[in-house]
């Protein structure tokens, strides 16, 4: 795949300066702050009268900030009673839309920290929103939520601020006065810190994904992901003989890997794939969409044993009406260039037998499967006894009227569903009156797997079809990225560089596409999850098409209509789930009859 011309690198250089690892912690600037208020919740109704805050940077306060806010509400008595902030002391205190500003301008450059920082925080934004003030994007810390991931029971009872300060000796007691409750956490946070410092945790973005689980041998390898670019790509986990252990993606590469080390990716067997990990390649990618396929593409070559998903593409299963003198269904694992008509790609063997079955039910085509002359004279079968089989293999049926039913069948899988939708709802309900529930839910299952798969093969189709399509989206940063997709894989990407001629651009880019050559089946170039992942992107907001070659159209009366009612079944299922656990089933039985 090319990943087109002129790799615009240059967005990336800005984030190239940080630390190698980050932002080293003593050169960070906390504001610890926090609040007293009337209420537990700023949506419900509830005030701030008190915001306390310290700031600090390598360990020096840089300052404090203090003030009763007036909440123009009466403070309950039991608030009172705890904080001992009163009425009287609030009365001629500034209200919030003065206090507000103060504390922001205060903290403005710093990043946020509080104890149990959703609640604290989360005033202070429902508040700069109330008042109309754009919110600073802050990064925040949240020192309880680190605490229980640092603070062992031998340390401490509980995660409480009272319970964390007398842990790391804080000459500071908390007495829910805002104030003194911020200089307290500023003791916790430096006790934490001087703690993690000895697990090799130096940088704010260590400590804030910090995770105990997380063990120092893994630690000892971060510095696998230095080379590692700021930007979209790919990276691979390989062992000391090269072979590829783990395959992923990420808007990130340098954060995304560097995360495998210091904290958040505590998955077991992650750990295990890092413990035997001795180094890290990365490929940057013009654009997210690239990094995706080719992730997808890495995983299907390299097969890496830590790689649950996407391993094994070849085992798929397609339902094929063949071609010849009398026509019938069949379970295949590859496509030939045979003019026959196929469904799928089915990634379960079950769920292609699904699907077969509906096909069969409404349709009397033949099932056995060895080749009929175009004149047969054998004895009928057992289906065909039963009226299930137009039976050519006795003269039953002629050769016009078997041609017909085939023509109808073929409509089904490739146009319009409604054939079998109808055929297998009327079964349904005609089961369901009878209280034969569950052959009932065994035809709304074959029927879902039928819906399914032929809208998923019309989607891979339309765009399977066109041997070129050439979109464009506006990204966050302004410019516009660029796919080429021949054949409903993606050939080329590549994102404008500021300032240069796009018509251009997308011309060089065209000329420098893999190439890629038509073949049989939906999914004739690349694999069904690439292809929906192209799928995905070109169906977007903000797509805009540059250049379509051939027709890329989905059938109006097509499968995909019928889907929203299976997909709300399904949901509806899966809720019994949940419902059944809590009160104690194991089971949802049917009403006896």
Same mark, same amino acid.
């Given at each position: 795949m090319s990943s087109g011309v002129q790799r615009a690198t240059s967005r990336w250089e800005s984030q190239r300066s940080f630390d190698e690892l980050g932002r080293p912690l003593r050169d960070i600037t906390f504001c610890v702050v926090d609040l007293e208020t009337t209420g537990g919740s700023a949506e419900g109704g509830a005030m701030i009268t008190e915001i306390g805050a310290v700031k600090v940077r390598g360990g020096e306060v840089l300052g404090e900030f203090q003030t009763l806010v007036n909440p123009r509400t009466e403070i309950p008595a039991f608030i009172a009673v705890l904080t001992g902030i009163t009425n009287t002391m609030v009365s001629d205190a500034p209200p919030i839309e003065s206090a507000l500003p103060a504390?922001? *301008?205060?903290?403005?450059?710093?990043?946020?920290? /509080?104890?149990?920082?959703?609640?604290?925080?989360? =005033?202070?934004?429902? =508040? /700069?929103?109330?008042?109309? @003030?754009?919110?600073? @994007? =802050?990064?925040?810390l949240d020192t309880a939520r680190l605490a229980r991931r640092v603070v062992t029971r031998d340390d401490a009872p509980n995660c409480k601020l009272s319970s964390l300060a007398k842990a790391f000796g804080s000459p500071v007691t908390p007495n829910h006065r805002a104030l003194e409750d911020a200089r307290a956490t500023v003791h916790v946070l430096h006790g934490m810190m001087e703690r993690l410092g000895g697990l090799g945790v130096h940088t704010l973005e260590e400590l804030q994904t910090f995770s105990s689980r997380v063990t120092a041998a893994q630690r000892r390898k971060r510095h696998l992901a230095e080379g590692l670019p700021h930007a979209p790509g790919v990276y691979l986990f390989r062992d000391e003989r090269a072979r590829v252990l783990y395959v992923g993606t990420s808007r990130d590469l340098r954060t995304r890997v560097r995360s495998y080390f210091t904290a958040s990716e505590t998955r077991s067997r992650m750990g295990e794939m890092v413990n035997i990990a001795s180094r890290v390649d990365g490929i940057e990618c013009a654009t997210a969409l690239e990094a995706e396929v080719r992730e997808l593409r890495l995983i299907a070559e390299h097969k890496p044993r830590y790689n649950r998903r996407s391993r094994f593409p070849e085992k798929v299963h397609f339902i094929k009406l063949t071609r010849e003198p009398w026509p019938r269904l069949s379970l295949v694992r590859r496509v030939l260039d045979d003019d026959a008509d196929y469904l799928g790609p089915f990634a379960s063997k079950k769920t292609a037998e699904k699907c077969l079955a509906a096909l069969h039910d409404t349709f009397p085509v033949r099932q056995c499967s060895d080749r009929l002359p175009r004149d047969p004279s054998r #004895?009928?079968?057992?289906? #065909?006894?039963?009226?299930?089989?137009? $039976?050519?293999?006795?003269?039953?049926?002629?050769?016009?009227?078997? #041609?017909?039913?085939? @023509?109808?069948? %073929?409509?089904?899988?490739? %146009?319009?569903?409604?054939?079998?939708?109808? #055929?297998?709802?009327? %079964?349904? /309900?005609?089961?369901?009156?009878? *209280? %034969?529930?569950?052959? /009932?839910?065994?035809?709304?299952?074959?029927? $879902?797997a039928f819906v399914r798969a032929a809208a998923r093969t019309q989607r891979l189709t339309a765009l399977t079809r066109c041997p070129e399509v050439v979109a464009a989206r506006r990204e966050d940063d302004g410019r516009w990225a660029v796919h080429v997709v021949r054949y409903g894989r993606l050939a080329a990407a590549g994102v404008i560089p500021a300032g240069a001629d796009a018509p251009s651009y997308v011309t060089t880019l065209r000329l420098s596409a893999e190439t890629v050559s038509p073949a049989p089946g939906p999914t004739p170039a690349a694999t069904a999850e690439e292809t929906e992942k192209v799928l995905r992107w070109l169906e977007s907001p903000g797509i805009r098409l540059v250049d379509v070659d051939g027709e890329w159209t989905c059938p109006v009366a097509g499968a995909t209509r019928h889907l929203a009612v299976h997909d709300a079944v399904n949901q509806s299922r899966l809720s019994l789930v949940p419902f059944a656990e809590r009160r104690g089933l194991t089971t949802v039985h049917q009403p006896a009859r």
């Amino acid at each position: 795949m090319s990943s087109g011309v002129q790799r615009a690198t240059s967005r990336w250089e800005s984030q190239r300066s940080f630390d190698e690892l980050g932002r080293p912690l003593r050169d960070i600037t906390f504001c610890v702050v926090d609040l007293e208020t009337t209420g537990g919740s700023a949506e419900g109704g509830a005030m701030i009268t008190e915001i306390g805050a310290v700031k600090v940077r390598g360990g020096e306060v840089l300052g404090e900030f203090q003030t009763l806010v007036n909440p123009r509400t009466e403070i309950p008595a039991f608030i009172a009673v705890l904080t001992g902030i009163t009425n009287t002391m609030v009365s001629d205190a500034p209200p919030i839309e003065s206090a507000l500003p103060a504390f922001l *301008e205060f903290a403005v450059g710093t990043v946020l920290v /509080a104890h149990n920082a959703p609640f604290d925080v989360g =005033f202070l934004k429902h =508040f /700069a929103e109330q008042q109309g @003030r754009p919110w600073p @994007r =802050f990064e925040v810390l949240d020192t309880a939520r680190l605490a229980r991931r640092v603070v062992t029971r031998d340390d401490a009872p509980n995660c409480k601020l009272s319970s964390l300060a007398k842990a790391f000796g804080s000459p500071v007691t908390p007495n829910h006065r805002a104030l003194e409750d911020a200089r307290a956490t500023v003791h916790v946070l430096h006790g934490m810190m001087e703690r993690l410092g000895g697990l090799g945790v130096h940088t704010l973005e260590e400590l804030q994904t910090f995770s105990s689980r997380v063990t120092a041998a893994q630690r000892r390898k971060r510095h696998l992901a230095e080379g590692l670019p700021h930007a979209p790509g790919v990276y691979l986990f390989r062992d000391e003989r090269a072979r590829v252990l783990y395959v992923g993606t990420s808007r990130d590469l340098r954060t995304r890997v560097r995360s495998y080390f210091t904290a958040s990716e505590t998955r077991s067997r992650m750990g295990e794939m890092v413990n035997i990990a001795s180094r890290v390649d990365g490929i940057e990618c013009a654009t997210a969409l690239e990094a995706e396929v080719r992730e997808l593409r890495l995983i299907a070559e390299h097969k890496p044993r830590y790689n649950r998903r996407s391993r094994f593409p070849e085992k798929v299963h397609f339902i094929k009406l063949t071609r010849e003198p009398w026509p019938r269904l069949s379970l295949v694992r590859r496509v030939l260039d045979d003019d026959a008509d196929y469904l799928g790609p089915f990634a379960s063997k079950k769920t292609a037998e699904k699907c077969l079955a509906a096909l069969h039910d409404t349709f009397p085509v033949r099932q056995c499967s060895d080749r009929l002359p175009r004149d047969p004279s054998r #004895a009928p079968c057992v289906l #065909a006894e039963m009226g299930r089989c137009l $039976s050519p293999c006795d003269g039953s049926v002629d050769d016009t009227t078997y #041609a017909a039913v085939v @023509r109808q069948l %073929r409509d089904s899988l490739l %146009r319009r569903p409604d054939e079998v939708v109808d #055929a297998i709802n009327h %079964r349904m /309900a005609a089961l369901a009156a009878d *209280e %034969r529930f569950e052959e /009932a839910g065994i035809h709304r299952d074959r029927l $879902s797997a039928f819906v399914r798969a032929a809208a998923r093969t019309q989607r891979l189709t339309a765009l399977t079809r066109c041997p070129e399509v050439v979109a464009a989206r506006r990204e966050d940063d302004g410019r516009w990225a660029v796919h080429v997709v021949r054949y409903g894989r993606l050939a080329a990407a590549g994102v404008i560089p500021a300032g240069a001629d796009a018509p251009s651009y997308v011309t060089t880019l065209r000329l420098s596409a893999e190439t890629v050559s038509p073949a049989p089946g939906p999914t004739p170039a690349a694999t069904a999850e690439e292809t929906e992942k192209v799928l995905r992107w070109l169906e977007s907001p903000g797509i805009r098409l540059v250049d379509v070659d051939g027709e890329w159209t989905c059938p109006v009366a097509g499968a995909t209509r019928h889907l929203a009612v299976h997909d709300a079944v399904n949901q509806s299922r899966l809720s019994l789930v949940p419902f059944a656990e809590r009160r104690g089933l194991t089971t949802v039985h049917q009403p006896a009859r």
